[in-house]
């Protein structure tokens, strides 16, 4: 695996706060030449580090007004009703998230919709009647305490 080092972290900071920046201007903040930037980068990017650039769009501003957090729990456990329902997540776009959980739940999805009329029916034609979802719990999120800005990048 590959170590990284102080600057390594500095230029995955940088970069995570705004993956537009240049060689150059990734070069000043740093204090790092731009060739030696771009070199870095390049490695960063082959070794996996960095996995892609993407926008970071308003949901809201998309129509996307409701945020809800959905519990599933899985009809049977087992392999094929767990590749079942994976399978089924892979082509919602409604859901922008997903975990595998233990414990008394399945799994929590994150999921937008427009409004509760969307989300009634993502639950209720989509969800619900698949043969591998047992039972569904939605919590409606009132308000986003603090949303994803990246992980916590400590350059030493």
């Keep these: ?29 740093i204090a790092l030449s731009p060739s030696q930037c771009s070199r870095r980068r390049a490695r960063l990017e082959a070794d996996g580090f960095i996995r ?36 089924l997540l892979a082509n919602l776009p409604e859901v922008l998230e997903a975990y595998s959980l233990t414990g008394e739940m399945d799994y929590h ?15 209720n034609e989509v969800l619900l009647p698949h043969d591998s979802v047992q039972h569904v719990k939605t919590s409606i999120v009132l308000n986003v305490l603090k949303d994803f800005e990246g992980l916590a990048i400590k350059a030493h």
């Design 1 to 29: 695996m590959t170590q990284l080092d102080k600057l390594d972290l500095k230029l995955l900071a940088e970069l995570q706060r705004d993956g537009r920046l240049t060689n150059n201007d990734l070069s000043e903040r």
């Design 52 to 87: 892609g650039y993407r926008a970071d769009i308003d949901r809201q501003k998309m129509g996307l007004g409701l945020m809800v957090v959905i519990s599933v729990t899985l009809a049977t456990h087992n392999r094929d009703n767990a590749k079942r329902f994976s399978d």
């Design 109 to 123: 999805l994150k999921v937008v919709t427009k409004d509760l009329a969307a989300l009634s029916h993502f639950v």
